[in-house]
């Protein structure tokens, strides 16, 4: 037996466990995406008094490597809108937006929130 011989059996038993790990990762994910889905379409729907407080984004940036000779690598971004609204009894939650209600939002605004477990669906501006 040759020393690079358990080398050479290893690696496939090394690749399939990587392997197996990965797909146990997609299916946990999976399986908690539809959690969340279905735990936000059990809940009530709500429309409460509140205020927006914060407003944050996170840029998410990709590389694309490009596999073919004199091709350069891309770069990608994406933003994600997150707003924080404060209820009259103090308790605050934090939403994802879309970017347009993101825009159409300031701190400081004071509305009717419409939302179904952490599923953001409205918030409705009240005139000064």
Request: proline share 4%; no cysteine; glycine share 8%.
């Given at each position: 037996?040759?020393?690079g011989?358990a080398?050479?059996?290893?690696?496939p038993?090394i690749?399939?466990?990587?392997?197996v790990?990965?797909?146990?990762?997609v299916?946990?994910?999976?399986?908690?995406?539809?959690?969340?889905?279905?735990?936000?379409?059990?809940?009530?729907?709500?429309?409460?008094?509140?205020?927006?407080k914060?407003?944050r984004?996170?840029?998410?940036?990709?590389?694309?490597?490009q596999?073919?000779p004199?091709h350069?690598?891309?770069?990608?971004?994406?933003?994600?809108?997150?707003?924080?609204f404060?209820?009259?009894?103090?308790?605050?939650?934090?939403?994802?937006?879309?970017?347009?209600?993101?825009?159409?939002?300031?701190?400081?605004d004071?509305g009717?929130l419409?939302f179904?477990?952490?599923?953001?669906?409205?918030?409705?501006?009240l005139?000064?």
């Amino acid at each position: 037996m040759y020393p690079g011989d358990a080398m050479f059996n290893i690696v496939p038993i090394i690749v399939m466990i990587g392997f197996v790990v990965v797909i146990a990762l997609v299916i946990i994910n999976t399986g908690k995406g539809i959690s969340q889905w279905k735990k936000n379409e059990d809940s009530p729907r709500l429309s409460v008094p509140a205020i927006v407080k914060t407003k944050r984004t996170h840029v998410s940036r990709h590389t694309h490597h490009q596999t073919e000779p004199h091709h350069h690598d891309s770069i990608s971004s994406s933003t994600s809108y997150y707003v924080t609204f404060e209820f009259e009894s103090g308790d605050r939650t934090e939403f994802k937006v879309s970017g347009s209600e993101y825009g159409q939002l300031a701190e400081g605004d004071r509305g009717k929130l419409t939302f179904q477990g952490t599923r953001y669906l409205g918030f409705e501006r009240l005139r000064a």
